[in-house]
């Protein structure tokens, strides 16, 4: 096979690939993360009804990180063990009962009993979407296929904030408040999509019909190419990636990075309402900050993959991140704030798309599955500790811009961790020769 020709069937492959997997991927995360968040638009009167204290919310709000970190990796290994495809839909179907059934708590630990439910059912999800990219997308490729994937989280508040908003107009509605038929409304889409995700995902590239036979050739040969080059670098089993510091360490710059979104996107809804908003403009104004964000997800993974480089785009994007915070904690005015807190979301979602081509260039296999996982899990217990140290701090204080500050500390620390380090580019970028045909 000539270089032209090797050439034309990677754009032609890679662009199909593409067009099939990822508006469906961003659409199922879009809608995972509004189930994740809502939490936060529902609180602004859930709270009230339910008298729950800003601890108590926080604790609500927290323990479902915590049930995931425990589910993550069991979940993960099983999904690679039986394919995506059926163990997505299953995590969709559950989490989307679960979602709803918030609807009905009626106090703190029914709060507490939900959320830890809720958490076990979604465990698994992101860190399998991750996998399963890369059982289609060569490591060239995959900051921008991330960023992508993941611009939904940004763009779930970017629509999702102001429907929540409105959302809670339906109070009164059926004998409900508001923040029910918010709950009810969205969990829908979870239980719907559950569905279509067993007939429309491949698990493959081998059983990729809509693939011609040139195209899943070529694809499998290089994806095969990648994990020897891999596999010769470095070959961990499963128990060795669980155990490895530089995976566990990345874990941990996952941690201080996630750390500042979760403590944003429970709280600003309320940071935003104290600027004397109706619920409608606190939907409208929350949004801002995550459409700056989704557009840095995109052109920073882009620039990404263009550059070769990871290391240096996720520290950078953190230390971003941690400047509109800290900035964000003086407070100067509503105006400003804002802008700051925009400011902080090109770095929050900036850092994630080269952030996830480490781990998933060191590992594969069975250790891919639970390594990204352990990542994963160990970064979303920022989740319980990002939104209760801004709960906690604003209890004790009286002061949201001094919790800002405490989450600044976090993506600062994350930046410096993944720079000490460093990096392998024979890893993080494998050179790829042209795969000839049989």
């Excluded at 859930?46 to 609500?60: F, I």
């Excluded at 480089?309 to 994007?317: C, F, K, P, Q």
């Amino acid at each position: 096979m000539s270089a032209t020709t090797a050439s034309a069937i990677e754009k032609e492959t890679m662009a199909r690939v593409s067009r099939r997997l990822i508006p469906f991927l961003i659409l199922c995360y879009f809608i995972a993360y509004l189930d994740r968040v809502n939490v936060g638009f529902a609180a602004l009167e859930m709270n009230r009804d339910l008298g729950l204290s800003p601890t108590v919310y926080a604790w609500g709000a927290g323990v479902f990180f915590l049930a995931y970190f425990l589910f993550e990796v069991p979940s993960n290994v099983i999904l690679e063990k039986v394919g995506a495809r059926r163990w997505i839909a299953r995590i969709m179907f559950t989490w989307g009962l679960l979602s709803g059934c918030m609807a009905f708590v009626v106090g703190p630990w029914s709060l507490y009993s939900v959320r830890a439910l809720l958490g076990i059912a979604e465990a698994g999800f992101f860190p399998g979407i991750i996998l399963y990219l890369t059982y289609w997308f060569p490591a060239a490729y995959r900051a921008r296929i991330v960023g992508s994937f993941m611009v939904a989280i940004p763009v779930s508040t970017v629509i999702g904030a102001p429907v929540s908003g409105m959302l809670l107009g339906l109070d009164g509605l059926a004998g409900l408040a508001g923040w029910q038929w918010l709950f009810i409304i969205e969990a829908l889409p979870a239980l719907l999509l559950s569905v279509v995700v067993l007939t429309f995902l491949t698990d493959r590239p081998s059983e990729a019909e809509w693939l011609r036979p040139d195209q899943r050739q070529w694809l499998a040969r290089t994806l095969e190419e990648e994990r020897r080059t891999k596999e010769s670098v470095v070959h961990f089993t499963l128990g060795q990636a669980l155990r490895n510091p530089r995976v566990i360490g990345l874990g941990f710059v996952y941690f201080g990075i996630v750390a500042s979104n979760y403590g944003l996107s429970f709280w600003l809804p309320q940071i935003v309402k104290g600027f004397g908003l109706s619920n409608v403009a606190t939907g409208f104004v929350t949004a801002l900050p995550y459409l700056f964000g989704a557009v840095a997800m995109v052109l920073w993974g882009r620039h990404s993959d263009r550059k070769g480089e990871r290391v240096w785009h996720t520290a950078g994007a953190a230390f971003v991140a941690a400047i509109g915070l800290g900035a964000g904690a003086l407070g100067v005015s509503p105006v400003v704030t804002m802008a700051l807190l925009c400011f902080a979301a090109l770095g929050i979602f900036g850092a994630l798309p080269p952030f996830w081509t480490l781990p998933t260039a060191l590992l594969s296999g069975t250790a891919a599955a639970g390594g990204i996982a352990l990542i994963n899990s160990i970064g979303n217990l920022s989740g319980f500790v990002g939104p209760y140290a801004v709960g906690w701090v604003r209890e004790a204080t009286g002061s949201f811009p001094l919790a800002l500050l405490v989450l600044a500390a976090l993506p600062m620390a994350a930046g410096f961790l993944v720079l000490a380090m460093g990096h392998d580019p024979a890893l993080e970028q494998p050179r790829r020769k042209p795969v000839p045909a049989e």
